[in-house]
Structure formats: C-alpha cells, structure tokens
C-alpha cells in the first residue's frame, strides 16, 4: 500500500527559505516517479518538480532555479527545498508519485499522478 505524508510547511516571509519532505511508503518510491505538485486556491494542480527512480528532475519553468527536488533512497523519503520565496509560491503542496511519464511532465494537472499525499501548506508573507 503506497503512504505518502508531506511535512515541512508553514508560513515564511517573501525571500526565505523552506525545505519540505515527504515519507513515501511503498514501491512507487523505488521504481516510480515522484513529485511536487502544488495548488492556490481558484487555481489548477501545477507540477513544481519531479524526479524519477534514477534521479533525473524536470522543473516547472517558473521554479527552475529558485526550487531543488532531491531523495534519499535509503530513508525512503523526497524533498524540495524552496528558497527565494515569492508571495506567489503561497499554494498547497503535495507529494506524489506516478508509475507514468505524465507525472514526471505533468502535463494532465492533478491526474498525472497515481498516488497523492494530503498536503501542506506553504504561506509566503510580502
């Protein structure tokens, strides 16, 4: 059975930094495609980065730079460090993982992906 549990979130000042994880639990950590997505409210599900088993990441344009998706295998868990914060990147966040291309692209929003962790919520203050 896959778990996924976001932590990490909270409320930071424009500029700052956050860094988010998510404990994954079952084989779509080791052999699927893990990301980070994430949601503001009247807006659709939008892919921030993603990773594959193998570590390749892809970024969505507008994070490339300012965002780093990492894992560690051995604690079965995924990361995303967040700096440079902007009051726009306020939004829910949510781990997910995918056996398929559309996770790692994100190209079909919030269906991309198989598996979804609950969220958490990053506030960025101005």
């Known amino acids: 059975q896959v778990q996924l549990v976001e932590s990490g979130g909270g409320l930071v000042q424009a500029g700052g930094s956050l860094r988010l994880s998510c404990a994954a639990s079952g084989s779509i950590f080791s052999s699927g495609n893990m990301g980070w997505y994430r949601q503001a409210p009247g807006k659709q599900r939008e892919l921030v980065a993603a990773i594959t088993s193998g570590g390749r990441t892809n970024y969505a344009p507008s994070m490339q730079g300012r965002f780093t998706i990492s894992r560690d295998n051995a604690k079965n868990r995924v990361y995303l460090q967040m700096n440079s914060l902007k009051p726009e990147d306020t939004a829910v966040y949510y781990c997910?993982?995918?056996?398929?291309?559309?996770?790692?692209?994100?190209?079909?929003?919030?269906?991309?992906?198989?598996?979804w962790g609950q969220g958490t919520q990053v506030t960025v203050s101005s």
């Open positions: 997910a993982g995918g056996w398929s291309q559309w996770c790692l692209s994100g190209l079909d929003g919030a269906r991309s992906c198989d598996y």
